[in-house]
C-alpha cells in the first residue's frame, strides 16, 4: 500500500516505522526539517518538509495515489485539514489523530474512516485501520486496554475447517485473545463458541483481545493458504 503519514513526531514517526516493516510504501510529511533528516537517516524513508495542511506538499507526497493517509501531527486543526484535503481527492483509508474530543464532529463530517483518540493505542489502531479496514471494533473495555472486534474469515483462510480448540492451541494464535461469538452467515446461526466449534469460510468472529495485539489475531485469522 502507498500510504502518506503526516507528523513524524512519537506517533507518526514509530507508526511510519512499522509501516515499512511490514512492506508499504510510506511518504511522511513534517514541517520540521530537523525531524524529516532525522527519520530519513534512521529508516530510509521519502521524508517531505513542510505542511500537511497545504495543498502543493500533500500533492509532493503523491497524495492523488495514496491508498491510506494518517493525520497524526500534535494539532488536530492540522490533522483535521490534512484529512479534508485527502478526502477531497478520494483517498480510501483516512486515518486520524484527535488529542481534543471537541474536533471529533469536524473530524466525523469530514468523511475519515477512523478517529485515533487514545495515546497508547493509536500506533496498533492506526495500523489495524489501514491494513485491516474489514475489522469492526464493536467496544473498548478496561480503560481502553482491551477491545471487543469483529473480522471475517477470508476465503481459502488457513483456520478455515478448524475447531476453535485447534486455533487457540496453536503457538502463533495470542494467548490473551478470547472467542466471544461465531456468526454463520449461510445458517444464520450465532453461537456462545466452545472449544470443539469448527470456524467456516465466511465466518463473523467476535473477539475480546488486549489493544495491543489486535493485529497480530487478525493476521493470524486472516491469513490464507498458499495455492
Known amino acids: 500500500m ?5 507528523g513524524g513526531g512519537m506517533v507518526g514517526g514509530e507508526l511510519a516505522r512499522r509501516l515499512m516493516e511490514s512492506k508499504h510504501d510510506v511518504v511522511l510529511v513534517d514541517s520540521s526539517s530537523e525531524v524529516c533528516s532525522k527519520m ?9 518538509h513542510g505542511s500537511a495542511t ?39 483509508q483516512v486515518v486520524v489523530r484527535m488529542r481534543n474530543a471537541n474536533y471529533e464532529e469536524a473530524f466525523k463530517l469530514a468523511g475519515v474512516n ?11 489502531q492506526m495500523l489495524v485501520e489501514i491494513e485491516h479496514p474489514e475489522v469492526r471494533k464493536i467496544t473498548t473495555i478496561g480503560g481502553g486496554r482491551a477491545n471487543i472486534f469483529m473480522v471475517v474469515v477470508p476465503n481459502d483462510a488457513k483456520v478455515a475447517g478448524k475447531s ?16 466471544v461469538a461465531v456468526y454463520n452467515q449461510q445458517s444464520e446461526a450465532f453461537s456462545i463458541p466452545r472449544g470443539g466449534q469448527v470456524i467456516n469460510e465466511g465466518d463473523e468472529l467476535f473477539l475480546i483481545s488486549t489493544a495491543e495485539r489486535i493485529k497480530e489475531v487478525v493476521d493470524f485469522v486472516t491469513a490464507r493458504t498458499v495455492s
Do not use: H, Q
Open 114 to 124: 477512523a478517529i485515533v483518540r487514545t495515546t497508547d493505542l493509536m500506533i496498533n
Open 2 to 6: 502507498y500510504i502518506v503519514v503526516a
Open 54 to 92: 497545504r495543498v502543493e506538499v500533500l500533492k509532493e507526497a503523491g497524495l492523488a495515489k495514496a491508498d491510506a493517509v494518517v493525520a497524526a501531527t500534535g494539532d488536530d486543526a492540522s490533522n483535521l485539514v490534512a484529512a479534508m484535503l485527502a478526502r477531497s481527492v478520494g483517498v480510501p
Open 40 to 48: 530519513y537517516a534512521e529508516t530510509g524513508v521519502v521524508a517531505i
Open 164 to 179: 476453535i480448540s485447534e486455533i487457540t492451541g496453536n503457538s502463533d494464535f495470542p494467548s490473551d485473545c478470547i472467542f
